[in-house]
């Protein structure tokens, strides 16, 4: 396996690309899906190869005698050869159950990568919702100084009070969203398979992106034909029809052929003819088909394992374009969202801190009002920046459901 992330692993995980270039080269979890692979081609030689040849030797405690002399013992050496087309099956069977482990492989790839982009919007989100309390407790402390100014000059105490706890509140928010960084950088190392005792850095802002929806027809074909999971259970198909038909050939005798070696001593009388001489012999012989039995039930269980398998793709078939119709919705859910957002609320959340702060200076709106406009901007930016990491989400959910690698 490549492990094209070593410079990046090397020098620090800055980026969406780093970290799956990391996770890629370094996950165990990706190795030992690799690893297996590599075991199951080394089972196609072992299934096309014949049976170990077979030597016995026999030895007469008492020697046999004959008019060319006394035999003392007997080698033989015989080989099986399946029937036509056995060995052919049994390397097809091995073949299937190869391919079907690389499409997990490939399915452990897409879901490892998955599961990386989606623990880094998520940690791309927090950072940014982190960015936006902080900016809120530096404008309430700003706040603050105003309206000590308005204390000193008579005005009552109650609303200093009132933005003194409100900043404690939110310090408190800060400090927990600090804490959270930890716990999600952990799970993102875990990802990539390291260990580290500080947190990756802050990602950059998420853009919001291009919101044009993706093609449903597209996604549905590409799901069908390139998702390595169903690759993996076409694969199993594949390789109980085989073993269908080998089961077939269960019942035909396999022929065996072997040659004998006979270590005879000198004849009793000398100067008979072949006195002396070790003959051979050449053996053929068949298995017997005795358990007729034994075979139609073979021949039962490949039939159930092959539709087992068929029904297992077009199963997960199912699930598969029902998860995609679902991460469809969701996501034309989130665009909708976004609109709203970034049309409407947020340009009213700002004008209305804006307009709020404005008559507060000259006396026209109390602190709590003040307070009420800056907290609902911050719900409403932070809702707008975790739709932004959702619909981010929602594109890699379809991306790996089709198939398809993440840069």
């Not at 800060?174 to 190392?189: F, P």
Request: glycine share 6%.
């Amino acid at each position: 396996m490549a492990r094209a992330g070593d410079s990046a692993a090397a020098g620090g995980i800055r980026t969406l690309d780093d970290a799956i270039a990391a996770g890629l080269a370094e996950n165990p979890g990706l190795h030992a899906a690799w690893s297996e692979y590599h075991a199951a081609l080394e089972r196609i030689p072992q299934a096309k190869a014949l049976p170990d040849p077979r030597v016995m030797v026999n030895h007469f405690v008492e020697d046999i005698e004959t008019r060319t002399g006394p035999q003392r013992n007997q080698v033989w050496v015989t080989q099986m050869i399946p029937w036509f087309g056995k060995q052919r099956l049994r390397g097809e069977i091995a073949s299937r159950e190869a391919e079907a482990i690389h499409h997990a492989y490939e399915a452990k790839v897409l879901a490892l990568t998955r599961d990386i982009a989606l623990a880094w919007h998520d940690y791309a989100y927090l950072g940014e919702s982190t960015a936006i309390t902080r900016r809120v407790v530096g404008l309430l402390e700003r706040l603050g100084d105003t309206v000590r100014e308005k204390v000193r000059g008579g005005n009552d105490l109650a609303p200093l009070l009132r933005l003194e706890v409100e900043i404690a509140r939110t310090r408190d928010l800060l400090q927990q969203l600090e804490k959270q960084r930890l716990a999600e950088s952990a799970a993102i190392d875990a990802l990539l398979g390291r260990r580290s005792s500080e947190p990756l850095p802050w990602p950059e802002p998420e853009e919001t992106g291009d919101s044009e929806r993706p093609d449903r027809d597209a996604l549905l074909a590409d799901l069908l034909t390139r998702n390595p999971e169903l690759g993996a259970l076409r694969s199993r198909v594949e390789k109980a029809a085989e073993a269908v038909k080998l089961s077939r050939k269960s019942p035909i005798p396999d022929p065996m052929i072997g040659a004998g070696f006979f270590d005879t001593g000198e004849a009793f009388h000398p100067g008979t003819a072949g006195g002396g001489d070790d003959p051979w012999a050449i053996q053929v012989g068949f298995s017997i088909p005795l358990w007729p039995g034994k075979y139609r039930a073979e021949r039962r269980e490949a039939e159930s394992n092959r539709e087992a398998a068929e029904h297992a793709r077009e199963d997960r078939e199912n699930l598969l374009v029902e998860e995609l119709e679902a991460d469809l919705q969701t996501l034309a859910e989130i665009d909708e969202r976004l609109a709203l957002y970034e049309k409407t609320l947020l340009p009213k959340a700002r004008q209305a801190v804006e307009v709020t702060e404005s008559s507060y200076k000259g006396d026209r709106a109390t602190v709590l009002e003040l307070i009420d406009s800056e907290r609902t901007l911050l719900e409403i930016e932070r809702a707008h920046r975790r739709a932004v990491a959702d619909r981010a989400k929602a594109l890699v959910r379809l991306q790996t459901l089709t198939g398809e690698t993440l840069p």
